[in-house]
């Protein structure tokens, strides 16, 4: 059944979905700010001006994780959590992975078994062994998404959650 709310306008039925999937403008600002700094960053920026290029680097990455955390829901059971966020994070970069590694099979002359082993090293997610090394961005959000999620479940009030924290992280 599908929660429904009075809309303002025109005085018709509004699905809860609809109501969240409201975009939030200051949020829309930062990301582009901060995809126009990534591109920045990645080009010859540091030419024109290396102390500006160090200080885009010091934090348009970071800028990316918090402003993911800022929507971050622990309240969901863990399963869900990680169906959601693989869904939202770590689909788009398979995607991209295959795409490229299909298209590198057929246009180039890469052999089906080098592309393999390219296609195994990239599921590693790190830049070193991914062709387009902008991409080491979704794995790592989905890891850290993961483990502030078991994070904020240790901490929440409960039984024995100081001590579960304690045994959790090796103290």
């Known amino acids: 059944m599908v929660n429904e709310t009075r809309s303002l306008e025109l005085d018709k039925p509004v699905t809860k979905a609809a109501v969240l999937a409201k975009r939030i403008g200051y949020v829309d600002i930062a990301k582009g700010i901060g995809i126009v700094l990534v591109v920045m960053g990645h080009n010859d ?9 160090k200080l885009i680097y010091s934090f348009h990455m970071p800028t990316f994780f918090f402003m993911s955390g800022m929507f971050f829901k622990p309240d969901i059971p863990f399963w869900t959590f990680v169906r959601q966020r693989f869904n939202r994070v770590l689909r788009p970069f398979l995607f991209m992975i295959l795409f490229i590694f299909f298209t590198s099979i057929s246009f180039s002359k890469v052999s089906i078994l080098e592309a393999s082993r390219r296609l195994v090293k990239a599921m590693y997610g790190s830049g070193q062994y991914l062709d387009w090394v902008q991409l080491w961005f979704l794995p790592h959000l989905f890891v850290v998404s993961l483990f502030a999620y078991l994070f904020v479940r240790a901490i929440q009030p409960g039984p024995r959650s100081h001590q579960r924290l304690l045994l959790d992280t090796g103290i």
């Open 45 to 53: 920026f540091a030419l024109i001006s290396p102390f500006a290029h």
